[in-house]
């Protein structure tokens, strides 16, 4: 909880998962009581990154395990950038500096 609070007081979060959808309010649910009212008051939010996979693939045969690992993280990956995008997109008076 501590944490999860001081994330939030330092800025916007988000938690990205390749976890079934609805895992993450679940697991809260049974193991961590409380814990998805915090996410919610503190506008903490859940990206579920299969769902941004096509169906077929998620059911897709891989050859080897490195070319799973490999498809897997891209999918993360790509999860993980739009949601940078929608939080920096976002900010009041938001501006790009190198």
């Known amino acids: 909880e501590r944490l999860l609070r001081l994330a939030a007081s330092l800025g916007a979060v988000s938690i990205v998962t390749?976890?079934?959808k609805?895992?993450?309010e679940k697991v809260c649910r049974f193991f961590f009581p409380g814990i998805q009212s915090l996410l919610k008051q503190l506008d903490i939010h859940i990206v579920y990154a299969k769902?941004?996979?096509h169906e077929a693939?998620?059911?897709r045969n891989f050859a080897t395990k490195e070319e799973s690992n490999v498809?897997?993280?891209k999918v993360k990956g790509n999860a993980v950038r739009r949601e940078l995008?929608?939080?920096y997109?976002?900010?009041e008076g938001q501006t790009?500096?190198?």
């Open 18 to 20: 390749l976890a079934a």
């Open 22 to 24: 609805n895992w993450v």
């Open 51 to 53: 769902q941004f996979v």
């Open 57 to 59: 693939d998620l059911y």
């Open 71 to 73: 498809f897997w993280s």
């Open 85 to 87: 995008k929608r939080i």
């Open 89 to 91: 997109s976002t900010y």
């Open 96 to 98: 790009w500096k190198n």
